[in-house]
């Protein structure tokens, strides 16, 4: 069975060789397929990116957009406490690049967490 067991050393999760994407079953297999290429060789965009031929591509293509969602949660959660309205009190790509929030009537300056 592949599952991570309690107690088991952050060098040995998910541990396991990438399953054929054939073998897969169940409403999240192209997820986990995914992130079983990332988690093989993060480095091998080629090979994350291309879709397996019993794969539609549509699919292919949500399941992509999920893991993009998933990992930018994570890294918001990580700039959280880096972050804050007071060292980072505007939303800049560089310092002759400002974003302005459209959420509001008029766009305007936000916090960059709060963008």
């Not at 054939?22 to 060789?41: H, K, T």
């Not at 406490?81 to 305007?108: F, R, V, W």
Request: aromatic fraction near 6%; proline fraction near 5%.
């Amino acid at each position: 069975m592949r599952r991570n067991r309690i107690g088991t050393k952050a060098a040995d999760l998910w541990a396991w060789d990438v399953e054929d994407s054939q073998g897969m079953q169940g409403p999240l297999a192209v997820q986990e397929y995914i992130q079983e290429l990332i988690r093989s060789d993060p480095s091998n965009v080629k090979r994350i990116v291309e879709p397996p031929p019993d794969v539609d591509v549509n699919i292919w293509q949500y399941e992509h957009l999920r893991q993009f969602i998933l990992e930018l949660n994570l890294l918001v959660t990580q700039l959280k406490g880096i972050c804050t309205t007071h060292s980072c009190p505007k939303m800049k790509a560089t310092e002759d690049c400002l974003y302005l929030c459209a959420t509001h009537k008029n766009a305007q300056e936000c916090c960059a967490m709060d963008y």
